[in-house]
């Protein structure tokens, strides 16, 4: 168990719907980290917050954003959903940038 | 443009054997990192290695960090299926605040 937690661990949607992803960082973490993992695929960085703020922005649609609480919980929110958006959503958090806590991911299936 | 390349992207062995899988870049690292990601969960760090040279152990697993902290290698010796995974580097440059990460290898080891 890595400490950090995301909800919901299955999430099954249509094509134009708009979702919302939880994850909490593990106790004393400033940093949270979404990434997103299409079937036998590599990860793919999409946003970055440290304490409240975004802090890099990786390749990241414009139909997606995410913020990050006072209580460093974060969400990542989709929106305008395609059937290509169908994957696995992680969130990662660490308190310095070069080592990473994964979640247990998200399954998001747009149909 | 991918940073770190890693190879070999998918590799399948008999339980016994032994393997390398590399991890290669024209850029100079701070540190470098080793995932191991199970099918449908988080990727779970393994070592980070920071000085040029350095090697870490972990069980039969062996990690090396090139002289000129542009590479590493992770070497497997008497290889069992629990070993299989997809392996991620992911390596630091001071100069970004998030990972560079590899594609992964996709390792199979048959019983």
């Known amino acids: 168990d890595s400490g950090v937690t995301q909800t919901p661990k299955h999430l099954i949607t249509a094509t134009g719907q708009r979702v919302t992803l939880r994850c909490s960082p593990r106790?004393?973490?400033?940093?949270v980290y979404w990434y997103q993992q299409s079937l036998d695929q590599g990860l793919q960085f999409l946003i970055q917050?440290?304490?409240?703020?975004?802090?890099a922005k990786g390749n990241i649609l414009e139909r997606f954003s995410a913020q990050q609480f006072p209580d460093l919980h974060s969400e990542l929110n989709l929106s305008s959903l395609e059937l290509g958006d169908s994957a696995l959503y992680f969130c990662?958090?660490?308190?310095?940038?070069?080592?990473?806590?994964f979640g247990p991911g998200t399954r998001l299936t747009v149909l | 443009t991918q940073l770190l390349e890693q190879s070999p992207q998918f590799l399948s062995i008999q339980e016994g054997e032994n393997l390398t899988v590399y991890c290669n870049s024209s850029?100079?690292?701070?540190?470098l990192q080793w995932y191991r990601q199970e099918p449908g969960e988080g990727p779970v760090l393994l070592v980070t290695?920071?000085?040029g040279g350095e090697v870490k152990k972990l069980k039969r697993l062996t990690f090396q960090f090139g002289d000129a902290r542009k590479d590493s290698s992770l070497h497997i010796t008497a290889a069992q299926p629990g070993d299989t995974g997809l392996y991620l580097c992911?390596?630091?440059?001071?100069?970004?605040?998030?990972?560079?990460w590899g594609a992964g290898t996709k390792l199979i080891i048959k019983p």
């Open positions: 992911a390596g630091d440059m001071d100069s970004n605040y998030q990972l560079i």
């Open positions: 106790s004393g973490d400033l940093s």
């Open positions: 290695v920071v000085t």
């Open positions: 990662a958090s660490s308190y310095s940038y070069n080592e990473q806590f």
């Open positions: 850029s100079v690292f701070s540190s």
């Open positions: 917050y440290y304490n409240g703020e975004e802090r």
